[in-house]
């Protein structure tokens, strides 16, 4: 098959490079055992570009993000940097990408594998076999929102201003990614607000609806204002299937949602773009977690997170449904044989390295593929 699939991989700082090391090893699986290839090249975010170029990311690698068909990034940032002022952080790589691939829509799935069930803070039965996505919108709402700022007050005292603020197509485009995402799952979606205390909300509310009557009648549509959602999150988080929310409830309510799974060494995410005239999306993959330094070196990080950011490109970027399966299959398998890294480990299982968990994933995909 000819080599038309371009990925940017990013490993960044830290146990970035450690964890993208097992996302080579399943790409090269994929490519000797299933034909599919991918024309990858490879570039420095965050500390690592800074050390080698004086910046967190070069126009060069700007310009191959754009230029590629998804953005797999490891993590970046830690100590090194700490000191250096705002402007120049190695997290401004990251922001940079976000900002100028305009990624509007962030996915986050809260998936339970059985073999971790138990590793929750909640009650097994509650979360046994959950699979959830939340996607909150990422480039507008009140972290965006003018006017916002500190202002000294006539008085005395301050007054501190974020404004949170929403226009119709920004309400419709990240509402358009749930009621497609959710057509290829369970066809309901969840819309999230305030509209009982927010404006922005009524609007949030009205337009979801308004989309959802005109073009996804057939999908399921229910509407939950954000507290109560927190709350049913922990209560019965099996009812929801699509969340979709906005920039602010979103942050919080997929923190809370993926803490259901028990662990940030498992937890991916994607970041879309708007579809261009070929229907083709600019995508960041990247695993939740930071860069770890604690751990950096060691061996010992979670490479399951970046792996299953990896099928999530597979499935949203380029529609290989199959392949994003496997890879998820085998990760189930690795889990159930026991094997853990130490993030996740558990009385009587076996601790394994980064490298040797990566291996085992792709042994598994060997076993899945026959
Ligand atoms: P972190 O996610 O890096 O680490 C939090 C804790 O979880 C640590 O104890 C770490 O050892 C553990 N952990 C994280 N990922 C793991 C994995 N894959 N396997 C095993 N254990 C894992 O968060 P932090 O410590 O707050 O931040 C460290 C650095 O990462 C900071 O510079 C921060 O700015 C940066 N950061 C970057 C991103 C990103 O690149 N998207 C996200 C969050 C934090």
């Not at 919108?137 to 603020?165: A, C, H, K, S």
């Not at 109560?228 to 997929?254: H, W, Y």
């Not at 995410?269 to 770890?292: N, T």
């Amino acid at each position: 098959m000819a080599a038309n699939k371009k990925l940017l991989i990013l490993p960044g700082d830290g146990i970035g490079p450690e964890v993208m090391a097992e996302v080579s090893r399943v790409i090269d699986w994929l490519d000797a055992k299933r034909r599919v290839t991918f024309e990858v090249s490879e570039g420095l975010v965050g500390g690592a570009s800074i050390d080698a170029h004086g910046t967190p990311l070069t126009e060069e690698t700007m310009a191959e993000a754009h230029s590629v068909d998804a953005v797999l990034m490891g993590a970046c940032g830690g100590p090194e940097w700490d000191d250096l002022p705002f402007e120049q952080k190695p997290e401004r790589g990251l922001l940079r990408l976000r900002k100028e691939m305009d990624l509007f829509a962030n996915l986050r799935p809260a998936v339970v594998f059985d073999a971790l069930a138990d590793a929750s803070s909640l009650k097994t039965e509650v979360v046994r076999g959950l699979d959830i996505l939340i996607i909150r919108e990422l480039t507008g709402g009140i972290y965006f929102g003018e006017p916002r700022g500190i202002e000294d007050l006539p008085g005395g005292g301050r007054r501190g201003i974020n404004t949170q603020v929403y226009t119709t197509d920004e309400i419709r485009r990240v509402a358009r990614v749930a009621f497609e995402l959710a057509g290829k799952r369970s066809n309901r979606v969840c819309s999230v607000e305030k509209a009982n205390v927010m404006e922005s909300g009524v609007l949030w509310r009205q337009e979801v609806q308004a989309l959802h009557d005109e073009e996804y009648p057939d999908l399921e549509l229910s509407h939950m204002y954000a507290d109560n959602c927190a709350m049913q999150l922990v209560r019965e988080p099996k009812q929801f299937d699509v969340i979709v929310t906005d920039n602010l409830f979103g942050d919080m309510l997929s923190d809370e949602a993926s803490m259901l799974t028990g662990s940030l060494g498992m937890l991916p995410s994607a970041s879309l773009g708007p579809e261009d005239s070929s229907g083709r999306r600019k995508a960041l993959y990247e695993p939740v977690h930071g860069s770890a330094p604690d751990i950096t070196g060691k061996g010992i990080a979670n490479p399951l997170a970046s792996v299953l950011s990896f099928a999530m490109a597979l499935r949203y970027s380029f529609e290989l449904d199959e392949d994003a399966a496997l890879i998820e299959g085998a990760v189930e398998d690795v889990l159930a044989a026991g094997l853990r890294t130490a993030d996740i480990m558990q009385p009587g299982k076996e601790r394994v390295s980064t490298a040797a968990m990566g291996e085992a994933i792709t042994a598994a995909m060997d076993g899945r593929a026959g």
